[in-house]
């Protein structure tokens, strides 16, 4: 049995996968040029995975004084032009639908959404920092030739927020983004990542240059409290705000934008954003877009490639298979079975007529972190023997103490107050 277990680990430790090859082995995704390029059919595990993921999210984000907000998938062309996004983003949205005889665009992005919720009735000094959250669905055209597994794609989910703060709060926020952002990345075991900061381009920004100057202090003040290393992307900010980003590396070597730290100097002027300030006069807020995962797609794909699909429990859309040695153990097997799902975890049984060597081989290749064996010994005496998939142990053991087991697994995926 032993030599079973380390010929497929080993396998699976010497082959490290891209994602789209590990999709297919954990049944993640999948694309029909029925719907459409670029855009993804979740499987039940891989939606399964996504549901953890964006539970994670929103409970780490209601922590974190961050409110959630849900907003449409469209909205009206007199929308996107006062943000500026016909003029400066057209090209990258789809054409407009017509509704009633006004032309609706698919959104690419929250943002003007988040501003109507902010503007929902006059805001004070005392009101500000305000942080709107939300994980949306968004549309983005991309050219086919770019379009690659998960990580380039048509339709994608953002876990998008807005922090709209005065200009005396905004240093405290834009350190507490950047330490969310790497409390995320720690969370998922995550090290391999750049961190650049992107300034203005000098041909090509709106605002007032001290404005840049000083937001530009601001991020790299927060980058090297945070004590990393990084470059700066001469240029490299939008026309209406600099930036940080932070690219993680994929199997092959290529860097990837997934969190995203972003002034905008364009959208609180264009919507005569405003709070009442000490002095009892109108101010316009400073404002910053943020982005964690930067996509639930894209950060997928990053877990998929740096765990070689090999979760840690508590991120596992199935935690455990159930594996018989022979038929005899069935009743004891639905009995865990039912028993570990009563409790919440998510379990399989292997009831098949495979011999062991093969229902351990297929879950290896699952990537299922635990398997439960049972034989005879087992079934007599109330036990299950657990083989760990990224620990490379096999220990037996009751019952009761295996779900105390999943417990303290799963204590380690709970979010936490970070500020």
Request: proline share 4%; net charge negative; glycine share 8%.
């Amino acid at each position: 049995m032993m030599n079973v277990f380390d010929q497929e680990e080993k396998f699976m430790e010497q082959n490290k996968m891209d994602h789209i090859e590990l999709g297919k082995q954990l049944d993640f995704f999948m694309k029909h040029p029925d719907v459409g390029q670029g855009l993804v059919l979740w499987k039940p595990h891989g939606a399964m995975f996504r549901y953890l993921l964006e539970k994670f999210s929103k409970e780490a984000h209601v922590l974190n004084g961050y409110q959630w907000v849900s907003t449409p998938h469209i909205g009206k062309a007199n929308l996107w032009e006062t943000s500026g996004h016909l003029e400066f983003y057209k090209d990258s949205m789809y054409s407009p639908m017509d509704i009633d005889g006004e032309p609706y665009y698919l959104k690419p992005m929250s943002c003007p959404f988040h501003v109507m919720v902010y503007q929902d009735g006059i805001k004070s000094y005392r009101d500000l920092p305000i942080r709107l959250a939300e994980i949306a669905p968004v549309y983005r055209y991309e050219l086919s030739g770019t379009l690659h597994g998960l990580t380039r794609v048509r339709g994608f989910t953002q876990d998008d927020a807005h922090i709209i703060a005065t200009p005396e709060q905004m240093g405290d926020e834009i350190q507490k983004a950047l330490d969310f952002s790497l409390y995320i990345l720690r969370k998922f075991e995550l090290k391999q990542f750049k961190a650049y900061i992107a300034t203005r381009n000098d041909e090509k920004y709106i605002g007032d240059p001290d404005e840049w100057i000083n937001a530009e202090k601001l991020l790299t003040m927060a980058v090297e409290n945070a004590g990393l290393d990084y470059e700066i992307d001469a240029g490299g900010g939008a026309f209406y705000g600099p930036k940080i980003d932070l690219k993680l590396m994929d199997n092959q070597g290529r860097e990837w934008q997934c969190s995203t730290i972003q002034f905008d100097f364009n959208i609180p002027q264009r919507f005569s954003m405003s709070y009442i300030g000490q002095d009892g006069l109108k101010h316009t807020p400073m404002m910053v877009h943020r982005a964690l995962f930067g996509s639930v797609e894209r950060f997928t794909a990053m877990l998929m490639e740096h765990f070689n699909g090999q979760f840690p429990v508590w991120l596992a859309p199935v935690q455990a298979r159930i594996l018989l040695i022979s038929e005899e153990q069935l009743d004891y097997g639905e009995f865990i079975l039912n028993t570990l799902k009563k409790k919440g975890h998510r379990v399989e049984l292997d009831s098949s007529n495979e011999t062991l060597g093969m229902k351990v081989r297929n879950t290896q290749i699952a990537r299922i972190p635990l398997m439960l064996i049972i034989g005879e010994k087992e079934k007599q005496d109330g036990l299950v023997t657990v083989r760990y998939l990224r620990q490379k142990k096999q220990q037996t053991m009751k019952l009761d103490d295996f779900l105390q087991l999943l417990v303290m697994e799963e204590a380690k995926g709970k979010a936490e107050v970070i500020f």
